[in-house]
């Protein structure tokens, strides 16, 4: 029987051979990343495009991204959103949010994301206090102990027909362990909780192999 996790290797790369247009300048953004020394967590090439094509499937013209990394999933997000749109990308590490910069501007996307500096949590009450436009779509893909709280922040900044996404759901199957002593696992839990008591949320949840392994994801509509 061939192993598993090579098979979804495979097949993420014929997937994104077959289908998704990584151009340089996202390969660029990978590779300088990784150069950077930041970790390899990025989404997969699929995973971009699959972002991207949510934003325009909701029309959307405001993004609202928790948890920078190196810009690579902000260039698909940044693009989707196109000239006229805005990111704001949050990004708790300084040197996480330079090297996101540096790719930005590489891109050509400077002007169209805006990576702010400095706890999430802070950054989202800051911003909620500015009362600013509501984001079409919101990503959350950082630090899993506070998902329940980057969660709430976005049901303030979203209208409805937003959509918003939170990433690695199911942790390679350690979402299902309540006892688990995993703050990622007990994080993960909390946000789904909250995503089943909100009742302005219609919601799902699904399973994803691939290059980066056992995960899935949330995916949430806010509704009146």
Known sequence: MPDATQSWQDVDEYLIDTLIDEDEALRQARAASHAAGLPPIEVAANQGAFLALLVRMVSGRRVLEVGTLGGYSTIWLARAVGPSGRVVTLEVDPHHAEVARGNLERAGLDAVADVVLGPAVDSLEALIATRPEPFDLVFIDADKQNNARYLAAALRLTRPGSAIVVDNVVR??????????????????????????EPRLTATAL??????????FVLALVRE
């Not at 362990?177 to 909250?194: C, E, I």
């Open 172 to 197: 390679g199957g350690a979402v299902v362990d309540p006892a688990s002593a995993d703050p990622n696992v007990q994080g993960t839990r909390a946000v789904l909780d909250l995503v089943r008591a």
């Open 207 to 216: 399973q994803t192999v691939g290059s980066k392994g056992w995960d899935g």
